[in-house]
């Protein structure tokens, strides 16, 4: 069965980098923080191996940090001051792209020794990679949702 999982492996783990990059493109357009995730997941599709680089292992790692650092304190702000559910707050929004982007990051820094992944390497990257969509979906389903955004918020996508 192995070499069944090899030959399509490493074309999945392509197209799911190659649509994070285009999530983390997108939410570049509304914080431009998201555009170097998004040049960092782009790389890995078009080349796995470069997640063994020692530029891209730096930069990742940096902007690593740098998420967590701020998801923790939008985390902090929203257990203080949250008046509704995590989607419906721009803090809980923000908070989620942070954490998708440091739970990818992670992903691909991971990659470097096997750029094709193992099965579950694959499938936690097949349910990251699903989970924006799927949270968009919910979202824009949802008209009570949406109903108290602000203005900026429903104008969007």
Do not use: D
């Not at 399509?8 to 939410?27: D, E, S, T, V």
């Amino acid at each position: 069965m192995a070499p069944a999982v090899a030959t399509w492996a490493p074309g999945l783990w392509r197209a799911c980098n190659a649509l994070m990059a285009a999530f983390f493109a997108l939410a570049a357009v509304v914080q431009v923080v998201y555009m170097i995730p998004a040049v960092l997941t782009l790389l890995v599709g078009f080349n796995p191996l470069v997640t063994g680089n020692f530029i891209w292992k730096s930069v990742s790692a940096i902007h690593m940090l740098f998420c967590a650092l701020w998801a923790g304190g939008l985390a902090y702000h929203f257990l203080l001051h949250a008046k509704q559910n995590l989607l419906n707050e721009e803090e809980g929004r923000e908070l989620s792209g942070l954490v998708i982007v440091t739970a990818w990051m992670a992903l691909c820094h991971s990659s470097s020794k096997n750029p094709g992944g193992g099965r579950m390497h694959l499938a936690i990257a097949v349910v990251i990679t699903l989970l924006p969509l799927l949270s968009w979906v919910y979202v824009h389903m949802n008209k009570e949702m949406r109903s108290s955004w602000p203005t900026h918020c429903k104008t969007v996508i």
